[in-house]
């Protein structure tokens, strides 16, 4: 199985930054996406954003577009999403996914297993 380690979340302020951390245990391959998806109570999973692993091109929703900054560390197999001006409505589980274009949410890669996530609270 394919897996990713969710890391990261917390409590935060409307408008207060937290960092998530999505870590490999494998070498992703130059073609592969890694991202973020999040999944609020009794709401379908939704992209985030994502990183092409060779090249680094991003990818935002628009929700999230100038607030969310998606990184790669290449040497660690680690992706990163950096959230600030978070909102009430960031609120949600957060999970890691990687796939072979920006459907990473909905179809991951062949083999892939979904991690527990890690929980983002935003109080107002």
């Known amino acids: 199985q394919v897996q990713l380690a969710e890391s990261g979340g917390g409590l935060a302020q409307a408008g207060g930054s937290l960092t998530l951390s999505c870590a490999a245990s494998?070498?992703?391959?130059?073609?592969?996406?890694l991202g973020w998806c999040r999944q609020g109570p009794g709401l379908e999973r939704e992209f985030v954003a994502a990183?092409?692993?060779?090249?680094?091109?991003?990818y935002y929703t628009d929700s999230v577009k100038g607030r969310f900054t998606i990184s790669r560390d290449s040497a660690a197999y680690t992706v990163y999403l950096q959230m600030t001006s978070l909102k009430t409505e960031d609120t949600s589980v957060y999970f890691c996914?990687?796939?072979?274009?920006?459907?990473?949410?909905?179809?991951?890669?062949?083999?892939?297993?979904w991690g527990q996530g890690t929980q983002v609270s935003v109080s107002s």
């Open positions: 990183i092409r692993w060779g090249g680094g091109r991003t």
């Open positions: 996914a990687v796939g072979s274009d920006l459907g990473i949410c909905r179809q991951p890669l062949r083999g892939f297993a």
């Open positions: 494998w070498r992703p391959y130059s073609s592969h996406v």
